[in-house]
C-alpha cells in the first residue's frame, strides 16, 4: 500500500532545521511519501541529505526529493510581496516539496509547473 502523508507549512514553521530534517527523515523511514507546503532552505536541503546519507543502510536505501514553486506565473506586485514576507519572516511558503523512500519512488520528473511521482511496485 502506498502512504502519502501532507505536512503544511504551519507544521514544521517553528522548527529549528535540524527538528525539521529529523521529523522529515522519521516519517519517510516508515515507508511514506511526505507531500511538503513550502520548500527548505538550500541549508536545510543540504543538512537533508547529509543526514540521509549518514542513515543509510540494508533497510534504509535513501531518499528522492523534488521541489516545484510557482513564481513562473507571478506578477510583479505578488513576486514582491513574497519576497517581502520572506526577507522579514525568513519563510519561504511558495510551493511544494516531495520528498519519498527511494525503496518506494522510482523516479520524480520536475517541470516548471508541476511534478511527476513514479513509483515502483510494492509486493
Do not use: W
Not at 24 to 49: C, M
Not at 100 to 122: F, M, Q, W, Y
Amino acid at each position: 500500500m502506498l502512504r502519502l502523508q501532507f505536512i503544511p507549512y504551519s507544521e514544521i514553521a517553528n522548527l529549528s532545521s535540524e527538528n525539521k530534517i529529523s521529523k522529515v527523515l522519521r516519517i519517510v523511514k516508515n515507508n511514506r511519501i511526505i507531500l511538503l507546503e513550502g520548500k527548505f532552505s538550500p541549508e536545510e536541503e543540504a543538512l537533508l541529505i547529509e543526514r540521509t546519507m549518514n542513515s543509510i543502510s540494508r533497510r534504509f536505501k535513501g531518499i528522492e526529493i523534488c521541489s516545484v514553486g510557482d513564481q513562473a506565473k507571478e506578477d510583479l506586485i505578488n513576486k514582491l510581496k513574497r519576497n517581502l514576507a520572506k526577507a522579514i519572516l525568513g519563510i519561504n511558503v511558495s510551493g511544494m516539496t516531495i520528498i519519498g523512500p527511494a525503496s518506494i519512488v522510482k523516479e520524480i520528473k520536475r517541470d516548471p509547473d508541476k511534478i511527476e511521482l513514479l513509483t515502483k511496485n510494492i509486493r
